[in-house]
Antibody, heavy 118, light 109 residues
Framework: ELQLLETGGGLIQPGGSLRLSCVASGFTVNSNYMTWVRQAPGKGLEWLSVIYAGGNTYYADSVKGRFTISRDNSKNTLFLQMNNLRVEDTAVYYC????????????WGQGTLVTVSS | SYVLTQPPSVSVAPGQTARIFCGGNNIGGRSVNWYQQKPGQAPVLVVYDDSDRPSGIPERLSGSNSGDTATLTIRRVEAGDEADYYCQVWDSSTDHPGVFGGGTKLTVL
């Protein structure tokens, strides 16, 4: 069974850094594109970043230059390094895997909450 | 960047048909995906590539896409369909390809 489990969320002060992890099971993280999506409290879904199977990465303008997506194939884990965090980065962060044959996010983790506050 | 527009809310009585629209410039030329999200839960893909359903999604949910509007149709609405619904496209021509609509809250009266 394909599963994703995010960890690493918590309370962090503005300007701080945090690294989120997304451990995959049932597939390998480098076999398909994987993405991060967030949802601020009471708001909609916001796409953040993608890493393709070939390694190319892309970011939303709101996080470009501050967030970095990466993966560790040996640990079968996806990461999101978040630097210079802002209050508006407060959200539940989800990792998701695309379908093998479509640019749809077919598999999601349960999410991890990041709270940026002083 | 590409923009998807959804109505904030749709209300429908049980047993009726709900239609949730997603507007975008020539969206008919793109593949549209739909997600259902219930409170406190992660989103679930319910329609991909305009009109295909993942396994386990009932046939009551269907999608279509033409012109400037994509539509998620839910027939014979049940109380359990009450949720937020998001449309999404992948704009491979840009360096920020992921795009979500703002979401529509479906209320079952």
């Amino acid at each position: 069974e394909l599963q994703l489990l995010e960890t690493g969320g918590g309370l962090i002060q503005p300007g701080g850094s945090l690294r989120l992890s997304c451990v995959a099971s049932g597939f390998t993280v480098n076999s398909n594109y994987m993405t991060w999506v967030r949802q601020a409290p009471g708001k909609g879904l916001e796409w953040l970043s993608v890493i393709y199977a070939g390694g190319n990465t892309y970011y939303a303008d709101s996080v470009k230059g501050r967030f970095t997506i990466s993966r560790d194939n040996s640990k079968n884990t996806l990461f999101l390094q978040m630097n210079n965090l802002r209050v508006e980065d407060t959200a539940v962060y989800y990792c998701a895997r695309g379908l093998s044959y479509s640019y749809a996010f077919g598999y999601w983790g349960q999410g991890t909450l990041v709270t940026v506050s002083s | 960047s590409y923009v998807l527009t959804q109505p904030p809310s749709v209300s429908v009585a049980p047993g009726q048909t709900a239609r949730i629209f997603c507007g975008g410039n020539n969206i008919g030329g793109r593949s549209v995906n739909w997600y259902q999200q219930k409170p406190g839960q992660a989103p679930v893909l319910v329609v991909y590539d305009d009109s295909d359903r993942p396994s386990g999604i009932p046939e009551r949910l269907s999608g279509s896409n033409s012109g400037d509007t994509a539509t998620l149709t839910i027939r014979r609405v049940e109380a359990g369909d009450e949720a937020d619904y998001y449309c999404q496209v992948w704009d491979s021509s840009t360096d920020h390809p992921g795009v979500f609509g703002g979401g529509t809250k479906l209320t079952v009266l």
